[in-house]
């Protein structure tokens, strides 16, 4: 995976923890020290981070996936990718409709890389209170997308749910939506 979402996600553990538990975690999962936003991260190397930090702060993995996916969408994203904000800049349904394209403009733009691999969403049912989504991924990932969701919840001061439905589906209620 490439290295800018992983450095969202050890901003994320600083700015919450200090810098300790990071350390320790990528010392004992080898991981080169310098990761820069396009460099390719090995997918095993991921896990164990993940492992060690759940370890450390004593949080679940779920729960450390689900709190960088937030933090992504809410912060580095907007920093990193300000154009898609700008472009899809009315809520959090046009943002998800469009999902597919961001993560394909991305992989396009990243020069002499084969090994992007984003992951894919297919809208399986959109009616005018919510959006039931598959997620599509060999990474097992679906708690970096609810927290993700949430945190385009946050950026567009949208009040929504997201409910994971199974491993791969997940349902993102507008509940603002309801009054209206
Ligand atoms: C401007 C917004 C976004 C940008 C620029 C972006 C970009 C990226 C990039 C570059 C990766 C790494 C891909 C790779 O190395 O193969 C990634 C992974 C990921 N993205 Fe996004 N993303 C954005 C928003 C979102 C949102 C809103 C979701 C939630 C549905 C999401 C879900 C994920 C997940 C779950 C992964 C982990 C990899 C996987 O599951 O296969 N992203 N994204």
Redo the contacts with the bound molecule.
């Keep these: 995976?490439?290295g800018?979402?992983l450095l969202g996600g050890f901003d994320y553990i600083v700015t919450q923890f200090g810098e300790k538990p990071l350390k320790e975690a990528q010392k004992k999962c080898h991981l080169r020290k310098m990761i820069l936003p396009f460099s390719d991260v090995d997918e095993e190397s991921i896990k164990c981070l993940i492992n060690e930090l759940s370890i450390n702060l004593g949080l679940s993995s779920k729960e450390i996936m689900e709190k960088v996916?937030y933090y992504?969408?809410l912060k580095k994203?907007p920093e990193?990718?300000p154009q898609?904000?700008e472009k899809y800049n009315r809520s959090v349904r046009e943002?998800?409709i469009n999902?597919n394209y961001?993560?394909k403009v991305?992989?396009e733009n990243v020069v002499s890389s084969k090994?992007?691999?984003?992951?894919e969403?297919e809208v399986i049912r959109e009616e005018k209170n919510y959006i039931l989504?598959r997620?599509i991924?060999?990474?097992n990932?679906?708690h970096?997308?609810i927290g993700?969701?949430k945190?385009?919840g946050q950026y567009f001061k949208e009040d929504i749910k997201v409910v994971k439905q199974s491993d791969d589906t997940m349902l993102v209620h507008f509940i603002q939506n309801l009054s209206s």
């Design positions: 995976m490439k800018i979402l996916g992504w969408t994203a990193f990718y898609f904000y943002f998800l999902l961001i993560h991305v992989v090994k992007l691999n984003p992951p969403f989504l997620y991924s060999k990474r990932m679906i970096v997308a993700a969701i945190g385009l």
